[in-house]
């Protein structure tokens, strides 16, 4: 039988996520890792993998993150606190911004910047970040369709019901 992990893998992905949206995939060095973590380099590949597998797990999980809270926040649902699809539309770009310009140190959108930082190099990147953004996409599309339907929004052409690959 495996010895049980010493860590809370939950708090230890997600510092590491936060050291690799501030400094960026190639600004972050395994002992960086380490450092922040407090786990040593064969504890992180054993349970992760390499530098890249780790970045991708912290990368695909906030994605995946993000995509369900924009669902969440933008479809209609009885549990729903703003029924008006605006409201619901209004809530979500405002939140957005507002955590955005909260944030410090101000680090962006970490969606945005791995693109920017990896996509051009890493297919692997740029196929999750792709998902992510037409996943987003699809999401404000719907909740568009769902405020044009309630006449909130003038319908000038009918939004596509997925974004074009």
């Known amino acids: ?23 960026g995939f190639v600004g972050t060095s395994t002992y960086d890792l380490m450092d922040a973590t407090g786990l040593g380099k064969g504890s992180i590949y054993k349970a992760f993998g390499n530098k890249h ?3 991708m797990r ?8 993000i995509v369900a809270q924009a669902r969440e926040e933008l479809r ?8 008006s699809p605006m409201a619901r539309l209004e809530h979500y770009v405002v939140s957005l911004a507002d955590a955005f310009a909260t944030e410090s140190p101000r680090r962006g959108y970490f969606l945005t ?3 920017a930082d990896r996509a051009g190099e890493d297919d692997m990147v740029a196929g999750t970040a ?5 996943d987003l996409a ?6 568009i369709r769902d405020a044009q339907d309630a006449a909130f929004i003038y ?5 596509p019901r997925s974004v074009p690959s």
């Not at 039988?1 to 400094?23: A, H, I, N, S, Y």
């Not at 695909?60 to 993150?65: A, K, M």
């Not at 792709?130 to 037409?134: K, S, T």
């Not at 319908?155 to 939004?159: E, G, K, M, V």
């Open 1 to 23: 039988m495996g010895r049980k992990r010493g860590f809370d893998e939950t708090t230890v992905l997600d510092v590491v996520r936060d050291r690799f949206w501030t400094t």
């Open 138 to 143: 699809d999401a404000l599309a719907s909740a």
């Open 130 to 134: 792709r998902r992510a953004f037409e």
């Open 58 to 65: 912290v990368f695909s999980d906030y994605c995946q993150g």
């Open 155 to 159: 319908r000038t052409q009918s939004l």
């Open 113 to 115: 910047k791995a693109t």
């Open 53 to 55: 597998d780790l970045y």
């Open 76 to 83: 209609e649902s009885p549990h729903q606190v703003l029924t």
